[in-house]
């Protein structure tokens, strides 16, 4: 019983060559999972990590948020329609807003706002070195996100090749494997129909 448990090159007649190459591929998918997965997503997500964070440092070094005046009420920039949600609507409602620019002086601009503000109420906005209204920058725990997302989609899509790659051969093993019984069959068949005549 021992022998036959650890005799690995002992096969049955009803082996074949291609039962031999799906299982062996089994096992090198296995490895590869284990081994290629972990450290795909591991690599991709320190990757996507450091180039949002190269990013993320460069928005906080060219943006610098100011508090500004509003100097009249809200007004669309366009008609809001039935699919935009809340934050799109306050979004598109522009206001001009004024703030003091310790080099320019008292500067004014047409920028997003809340659309709840009223004239003379502060509301922050973030400008660009040129003094252009840009989005805030982006914060750390977004650019954790993007670094754990781009891992785990790397991860994932590995995984996903190696499991399609692995379909593909069994789909090929399986075909070989008729295509050898037919052929055996066709050999041995008349032996067995014709062995009772």
Do not use: F, I, K, N
């Not at 007649?13 to 795909?40: F, Y």
């Not at 008609?79 to 003091?100: D, I, K, L």
């Amino acid at each position: 019983m021992r022998t036959q448990v650890l005799s690995r090159r002992r096969r049955g007649p009803l082996c074949r060559r291609s039962d031999v190459v799906e299982a062996w591929t089994a096992v090198a998918v296995a490895v590869l999972l284990c081994l290629t997965v972990p450290s795909t997503g591991v690599l991709t997500a320190r990757w996507a990590y450091e180039d949002a964070r190269v990013a993320a440092d460069e928005q906080r070094a060219d943006r610098h948020r100011v508090r500004a005046e509003v100097l009249e009420r809200p007004s669309r920039a366009h008609p809001p329609s039935e699919s935009e949600s809340g934050s799109e609507r306050r979004r598109a409602s522009r206001a001009t807003v004024r703030w003091t620019d310790p080099e320019e002086g008292t500067r004014t601009a047409l920028v997003r706002v809340p659309a709840h503000v009223r004239p003379g109420d502060p509301v922050h906005v973030w400008l660009d070195s040129r003094g252009r209204e840009v989005l805030p920058p982006v914060d750390d725990a977004s650019v954790w996100q993007y670094g754990v997302g781009m891992g785990t989609l790397a991860a994932g899509s590995t995984a996903a090749l190696l499991l399609l790659a692995h379909r593909a051969v069994r789909r090929v093993m399986l075909r070989r494997r008729l295509e050898e019984w037919e052929r055996d069959w066709a050999r041995t068949g008349p032996l067995w129909t014709h062995r009772g005549v």
